[in-house]
């Protein structure tokens, strides 16, 4: 069964910059998301990147800010993340399913395998 583990996340001023990390104990033939989800909120998707091609996706409120990645050699994918934001503080999840195609989404549904979890906390 596949097990997500997310880590890097953390403290860090207005401005600064964190890179999430998803290991996966496989990561091929997975479409890959990152949610997050701040107190109060419902959790929403923040990007995504399909299993085939690497396509990607963002949600508009970190478009031009985060970039993410995968490393298939090392069953891991990331989340870079640049001009954090005080609206960015969450915890941040990796979801994963199985999937043959070029196509990512943000739906909660479309994925049934989830991380623990990882905070970061945008705040000066």
């Known amino acids: 069964q596949l097990q997500l583990v997310e880590s890097g996340g953390g403290l860090v001023q207005p401005g600064g910059s964190l890179r999430l990390s998803c290991a996966l104990s496989?990561?091929?033939?997975?479409?890959i998301a990152w949610f997050r989800q701040a107190p109060g909120k419902e959790r929403e998707g923040v990007s995504c990147i399909s299993s085939v091609g690497s396509n990607t996706n963002y949600a508009d409120s970190v478009k031009g800010r985060f970039t993410i990645s995968r490393d298939n050699a090392k069953n891991t994918v990331y989340l870079q993340m640049n001009g954090l934001k005080p609206e960015d503080t969450a915890v941040y999840y990796c979801?994963?399913?199985?999937?043959?195609?070029?196509?990512?989404?943000?739906?909660?549904?479309?994925?049934?395998?989830w991380g623990q979890g990882t905070q970061v906390t945008v705040s000066s």
């Open positions: 496989g990561l091929t033939f997975y479409r």
């Open positions: 979801a994963a399913v199985r999937s043959f195609d070029g196509i990512c989404t943000f739906l909660r549904s479309g994925y049934n395998r």
